[in-house]
DNA sequence: CTCGAAACTGACCATTTGGTCAGTAAGGTC
DNA sequence: GACCTTACTGACCAAATGGTCAGTTTCGAG
């Protein structure tokens, strides 16, 4: 792994555990095995620094919400691979995921933080497209947060007792049949 | 209001909206119309500020989860309520609620983080106790941080475009019918 | 081997911030 | 009026932090 990456890796890692104001370029410099100087070589800024390591996730994240656009959630089917997806991008994406939701406060000073938001509010938009009921919303708004902050706060935490896989499958489920209203069959979500 | 109560106000909407490590104490003390040396004076060190901020919050949450603890939720009327009580619960301390999920990296520092996230155990070990299912006890904690963050951003970042009294019986209805697994009568979520 | 660009570093600096301190204003009691 | 406690203030300080800079090392191309 280049200095880079690990300087991008440990940005992940410290700023998901101890928050981003809590994170120095020292300690990043440290976890990087580098100096200071070096990591602000490589990114002019704190800002940037914290952009670049959360492009890759939001890139993915842009991809899933963009084709689920274009394709629509029409069929249960494409409901219950949608929840998959997104469930699986979350566990994927987590350090990013955990950075995004535990600091709204950020949005303005790193546009990083903006686009995840903008990202989120499109999401919402898209699966309350196919309901016109108010409650129906929400209940997708409560969801997908819930998910991600459990997901969140199981894996940095370390409550989690579950493998991911199986954490994974079962969030899938919760999500399939909590608001898309389709279950998954029943041996899915074991 | 006394000044002392200003600063306390004006500590619980400042680290809202922008985050504990970015509020300083001279921003709480020109918030609060007096010196940053006053506010040292009433609260020694920050983390007595913030502990002294939430404490009425966790006072609050405390009394809930006792009472539910001693009380039971067994019967359908008394999930009702229970839920009803306790999203009134986060919508009045909102501020408090959007402090505590959004800083999880401060549980070691200020103790009244810690207290608040050992009272999180204690209601999903209250709600979980009601079932032996696992899928069950995670959608638990899906729906209740998903009600938790779905509010606080809805009240923080001011998306909301319900009154507060519509808000709350709506998210009511979500956490009775989600979790609890008794829905109330279909008016009351309107 | 030479040279130039990129990677990297230690020393340094300006600013911010939590917190201290010596002293002042206000009000209640004797 | 003398005295004490509580509330309050401006000036000050040490530590931490983001960022600059001048200079050194590394290394591949010619």
């Given at each position: 792994?280049?200095?880079?990456?690990?300087?991008?890796?440990?940005?992940?890692?410290?700023?998901?555990?101890?928050?981003?104001?809590?994170?120095?370029?020292?300690?990043?410099?440290?976890?990087?095995?580098?100096?200071?100087?070096?990591?602000?070589?490589?990114?002019?800024?704190?800002?940037?620094?914290?952009?670049?390591?959360?492009?890759?996730?939001?890139?993915?994240?842009?991809?899933?919400?963009?084709?689920?656009?274009?394709?629509?959630?029409?069929?249960?089917?494409?409901?219950?691979?949608?929840?998959r997806?997104?469930v699986?991008?979350?566990?994927?994406?987590?350090?990013?995921?955990?950075?995004?939701?535990?600091?709204?406060?950020?949005?303005?000073?790193?546009?990083?933080?903006?686009?995840?938001?903008?990202?989120?509010?499109?999401?919402?938009?898209?699966?309350?497209?196919?309901?016109?009921?108010?409650?129906?919303?929400?209940?997708?708004?409560?969801?997908?947060?819930?998910?991600?902050?459990?997901?969140?706060?199981?894996?940095?935490?370390?409550?989690?007792?579950l493998p991911e896989t199986e954490l994974t499958e079962m969030l899938t489920h919760v999500?399939?049949?909590?608001?898309?209203?389709?279950?998954l069959?029943?041996?899915a979500g074991r």
């Amino acid at each position: 792994m280049s200095v880079r990456e690990q300087i991008l890796q440990a940005t992940l890692e410290l700023c998901a555990k101890r928050g981003i104001a809590a994170t120095s370029l020292q300690d990043i410099a440290d976890a990087s095995e580098c100096s200071k100087a070096n990591v602000v070589y490589h990114f002019a800024h704190k800002e940037e620094l914290l952009n670049e390591a959360l492009t890759p996730s939001l890139k993915a994240t842009e991809t899933l919400v963009s084709s689920a656009e274009a394709q629509g959630l029409g069929s249960a089917e494409e409901k219950v691979v949608f929840a998959r997806n997104l469930v699986t991008l979350l566990v994927t994406h987590r350090l990013a995921t955990h950075i995004v939701i535990t600091h709204p406060f950020l949005v303005d000073a790193i546009p990083a933080l903006h686009k995840a938001q903008v990202l989120m509010a499109r999401l919402a938009d898209l699966v309350s497209r196919y309901s016109t009921d108010e409650l129906d919303r929400l209940r997708f708004g409560v969801v997908i947060s819930g998910v991600t902050y459990t997901l969140v706060s199981a894996t940095i935490l370390e409550i989690q007792s579950l493998p991911e896989t199986e954490l994974t499958e079962m969030l899938t489920h919760v999500v399939s049949s909590m608001v898309l209203g389709s279950a998954l069959p029943a041996e899915a979500g074991r």
